[in-house]
């Protein structure tokens, strides 16, 4: 790996391990074995670095949301059978020790503070409500409109938020998969009266 690599790499240690707001400049390059300069040579910036590093502690994250693509997801794209696998495979790993979820939450509550940070994942949140629409709907990611994304993905990340924000507070009394489901089967019937 070059020191680009291993800036990311320490970066992801050094945000799992500290957060995003006690985490120094020489923090990720003690951690990472480079040097303060390559921090600025390759990222512009620790926040950018750190900004760079969460994007990609997400991603490999969500790989669980299908369960890691080992088997075929339960239920047809759209039913309530997918919702619910989906919404446990994500809880499931609000579950996992040291996971990234106490991180998300700290960098909403910090947003505002870092403004071009919040822009750099802004634009990220909204490429992963292409992929929570994708991955509910069915289809290719690069198939889904603007305007899906806007509505439908942007309801998927008000779900995905609040859960962060539940299970993040109180663990003990967050909603799992199946009162997900039904609070939605609940939402579909009352929708559907006449």
């Known amino acids: 790996m070059g020191h680009r690599e291993d800036l990311l790499a320490g970066a992801k240690r050094c945000l799992l391990a500290k957060g ?7 923090d990720i ?4 074995g480079t040097n303060l300069a390559s921090i600025g040579y390759h990222y512009g910036s620790k926040d950018a670095l750190l900004a760079q590093a969460y994007i990609e502690l997400v991603e490999e994250m969500a790989v669980a949301f299908d369960g ?23 809880v499931a790993t609000m579950r ?6 106490r991180l998300s939450a ?19 949140q909204r490429e992963g409500a292409r992929g929570l629409v994708s991955l509910l709907m069915g289809g290719r990611e690069e198939d889904v409109t603007d305007e899906t994304v806007d509505t439908l993905g942007a309801f998927y990340l008000t779900v995905l938020m609040g859960l962060m924000a539940q299970w ?17 089967r609940r939402v579909i019937e ?5």
């Open 96 to 101: 996992e020790p040291g996971s990234v979820w």
């Open 20 to 26: 995003f707001v006690r985490t120094t400049a020489r």
């Open 29 to 32: 390059v003690g951690e990472s």
């Open 106 to 124: 700290e960098i909403v509550a910090i947003g505002d503070r870092l403004p071009e940070v919040r822009d750099h994942l802004a634009r990220a």
């Open 168 to 184: 993040t507070f109180d663990p003990d009394s967050a909603s799992d998969a199946d009162r997900l489901t039904e609070g939605l």
């Open 190 to 194: 009352g929708a559907t009266k006449s």
């Open 68 to 90: 890691g693509g080992a088997v075929e997801m339960p239920g047809e794209p759209g039913s309530l059978d997918r919702f619910r696998a989906v919404w446990s495979n994500v």
